[in-house]
């Protein structure tokens, strides 16, 4: 991809671009958006599961039609995809290790997710790709040597690429891979985290969550000039970006007010909208493609999903 | 506080030499006449309880000290972690922002941050965390250590302050412990005998209450007693053909003791967690620990003395085909801030309500710990390995000082620097405040398992 940041890993890399992260996280300070507090009325929601067991990172498929999420049965977090109420649904496979953080292709014909592929210990986690059916399971990112952790998928715009997190190299960095698999090209270099990346709509920038300024924040990385910019600046942890269908706004959790709940920010506003405000745990936000906002929480008992009226 | 330093083992007579040796020296650290004779008094005393009972939160693969009751935040970003600290109703102490509900109540809790033991091995510091020692512990690779196992804390509290059949003086929630496919030794009574063993429920979201004890019965097969109703049901109308059951095959005492009290009125009563409010439920967090702390609040409430919770019987995450541990080598921020930080937050702080609402808190130790910490500095798959050097532990109730530290570790987290204790240090003050002391322990042929530790009481 034209512009993008980083390095096949195999070639040793490009230093001048990861510098120019370095630099851009430098001179960022352009958005730099300080927590704030809604005062529109929280979010009203339907609930779409019922069943209460721990659930996480809902994605809707392209055509809104379908809901997949990953359901922690018994000792492993398994797929489904459910209809667009909830109603029905299906194991996506039939393995019985962990499986879990699926997104969909833009042409809602498969899903990107995380597996453990192997479980001698310590687990593998590897970034695989699979047609609705459960079938054509096909390697995205995978290690061969060293134990290593490859995660969080997000698909490009376009379908071609795969943002992921992994651990390969030593530390948690983030990373692109073409969906069919092959060479990676690494997108950040630094010894924090850098977690739970999601492709704008528009394909130029990804979000992410970093604690390379102190705990959980939001972060952007422009794809053609490599600069970050700090998307949020709380005293809580701020996560799981998602970007909403027309590119303007970013869901993300925090807990800068104490729990755990689903925000936004706006892109041009910088303003900062508490979305849930409920006693309960809200988490893993994501966009209905009607924009409609989608999450987990506990704010009836169990685990469960929502969508907002 | 009165003790200035630490408190040795009793002698026999229930006198500290040490600790009279302190009365002798009291003038230099600036205790009165008054203090010394209460001290005395205190010493000789010996065995007089001042708790009832202990619930003990058994955090299984070793939770992270550094993200949640020891944070570090002016350490290196490869040691101190995405979390910050935040104020607690506890002046001057912080603990993780992972921990709000807690943060809200430190004002009745003590923090051990200064805990450390001698194996890395979870098999073998998991027996050294339960029974003070590592005699028969067994190692991931199969080594057993020499000597025999030893009783648990919860086996002596039940050898020593049982009543009789009900309640059962040790219960055990939530699953047996194990590392790898081999149960954990040190669960149970060690030398004092399988008697002691706990009496054993597990609580699954789905199915309800279980009874490993009866589950290799005919007709009462996991499938089969795995919902509540049904489980009773079974009892209900399957009593005498249980019993002739019973009759027919080898009777364990454990198998007759769970099927008598499984039978009983006022054991029904008490393990039917559904017959609480079920808001209160919800409080106390609808997964299986959760459920498994309110299940421990109705025991403490029915009289049991010693009620251990496991928090899994897996020391490995579900992402590495285990059930929920604390062991995060790798994945461990994602693990702990999307489920167990919170779990335990909402789970622990529900119990010290629920039992401080019903004036039970007072006489009723909690405390939470795993058999050791995680290395301070995140490894390479984004995680923490085992840390047996310096660990953290939290509780609460029976007398526990509020609002305190106990311990200090240095600037990393790596050591302790004040006030270094062993889990059998800290078990032998529990015990000590139950009225299990040295001389009691010396009627069953056992010695503490370290020394009392001042200032977790007051």
């Not at chain 1, 039939?94 to 687990?123: H, K």
């Not at chain 2, 944070?71 to 600290?85: F, I, M, N």
């Amino acid at each position: 991809m034209k512009g993008c940041l980083g390095r096949p890993v195999s070639h040793g890399g490009s230093r001048r671009q990861l510098q120019r992260i370095g630099v851009a996280t430098v001179v960022l300070g352009a958005l730099v958006v300080q927590g704030g507090r809604s005062q529109e009325p929280p979010l009203a929601a339907q609930r779409l599961t019922s069943d209460g067991l721990y659930k996480q990172r809902p994605a809707w498929s392209p055509d809104g039609q379908q809901l997949a999420f990953a359901r922690l049965e018994g000792q492993a977090l398994l797929l489904y995809i459910a209809s667009a109420d909830g109603g029905q649904q299906r194991r996506l496979t039939s393995r019985s290790d962990s499986e879990y953080d699926a997104v969909w292709t833009p042409n809602g014909r498969r899903l990107v997710f995380s597996l453990v592929a192997t479980s001698p210990n310590q687990g593998d986690l590897d970034v695989y790709s699979i047609a609705l059916d459960g079938a054509d399971l096909q390697v995205v990112a995978k290690t061969g040597a060293a134990l290593s952790h490859e995660e969080s998928p997000s698909v490009s715009p376009d379908g071609k690429q795969v943002a992921f997190s992994s651990t390969s190299e030593g530390n948690q960095e983030l990373y692109l891979v073409p969906l069919e698999g092959g060479s990676r090209r690494r997108l950040t270099d630094d010894p924090a985290l850098d977690v739970h990346p999601a492709w704008s709509p528009d394909g130029k920038r990804i979000a992410w969550a970093t604690n390379r300024w102190g705990d959980f924040e939001i972060a952007l990385l422009d794809l053609e000039s490599g600069s970050i910019t700090r998307l949020t600046t709380s005293p809580g942890l701020d996560d799981y970006p998602a970007w909403s269908p027309d590119g303007q706004r970013l869901a993300f959790t925090s807990n800068r007010d104490g729990n755990f709940e689903i925000y936004t920010v706006g892109l041009g506003s910088g303003e900062v909208e508490n979305r849930t405000r409920d006693g309960g745990i809200d988490n893993y936000p994501c966009w209905r493609p009607d924009g409609r906002l989608t999450w987990v929480s506990d704010r009836d008992g169990g685990f469960d999903i929502y969508l907002a009226d | 506080m009165l003790f200035a330093g630490r408190q040795s083992r009793s002698t026999p007579s229930g006198v500290s030499r040490r600790a009279l040796l302190q009365v002798g020296s009291l003038g230099a650290v600036g205790l009165t006449l008054a203090d010394a004779l209460r001290l005395q008094a205190q010493a000789e005393e010996g065995a007089a309880p001042r708790a009832r009972s202990v619930i003990l939160l058994w955090l299984w693969g070793g939770p992270s000290q550094i993200d949640l009751f020891d944070l570090k935040p002016r350490a290196p970003v490869e040691y101190r972690g995405p979390y910050a600290p935040i104020a607690t109703r506890a002046p001057g102490i912080e603990v993780s922002e992972l921990l709000p509900r807690m943060a809200q109540r430190m004002d009745r809790c003590t923090l051990v941050r200064s805990l450390h033991t001698t194996s890395n091995d979870h098999g073998i510091a998991g027996t050294i965390g339960l029974t003070g020692g590592s005699k028969g512990a067994q190692s991931l690779g199969g080594q057993t250590l020499p000597g025999d196992v030893q009783p648990c804390h919860g086996a002596i509290a039940d050898r020593l302050l049982s009543t009789g059949a009900w309640p059962p003086a040790f219960v055990s929630l939530g699953g047996a412990l194990h590392q790898g496919k081999r149960a954990i030794t040190g669960e149970g009574g060690g030398v004092l005998g399988a008697a002691h063993d706990p009496f054993r429920l597990d609580y699954d979201i789905r199915a309800g209450l279980k009874a490993p004890q009866l589950e290799l019965a005919d007709g009462l097969t996991p499938d089969g007693l795995g919902a509540r109703q049904r489980l009773l049901d079974a009892f209900d109308h399957g009593a005498d053909a249980l019993g002739a059951h019973l009759a027919m095959h080898d009777r364990t005492r454990q198998y007759e003791q769970a099927f008598a009290l499984l039978t009983s009125p006022d054991a029904r009563a008490a393990f039917d967690v559904d017959a609480e409010d079920d808001r209160l439920r919800t409080r106390y967090g609808r997964f299986r620990f959760g459920q498994c702390c309110l299940m421990a609040r109705r025991l403490i409430e029915a009289g049991t003395r010693f009620v251990q919770v496991n928090w899994s019987s897996h020391v490995e995450p579900f992402e590495d085909t285990g059930d929920g541990g604390w062991d995060m080598h790798d994945r461990n921020f994602p693990q702990l801030q999307d489920r167990h930080a919170w779990m335990l937050d909402q789970s622990l702080s529900a119990l010290l309500d629920d039992l401080g609402e019903r004036g039970l808190l007072e006489e009723t130790i909690v405390l939470a710990l795993g058999e050791f910490g995680r290395t301070p500095k995140i490894n390479n798959k984004a995680g923490r390995d085992h840390w047996e050097h310096c660990y953290a532990a939290v509780m609460a109730g029976g007398g526990a000082r509020g609002g305190h530290v106990v311990g200090a570790s240095d600037k990393l987290g790596q050591y302790p620097t004040r006030q270094a204790m062993t889990p059998g240090d800290l078990f032998t003050t529990v015990l000590a405040q139950l009225g299990i002391t040295t001389p009691k322990l010396t009627e069953l042929n056992l010695t503490p398992s370290g020394e009392a530790v001042e200032g977790l009481f007051g």
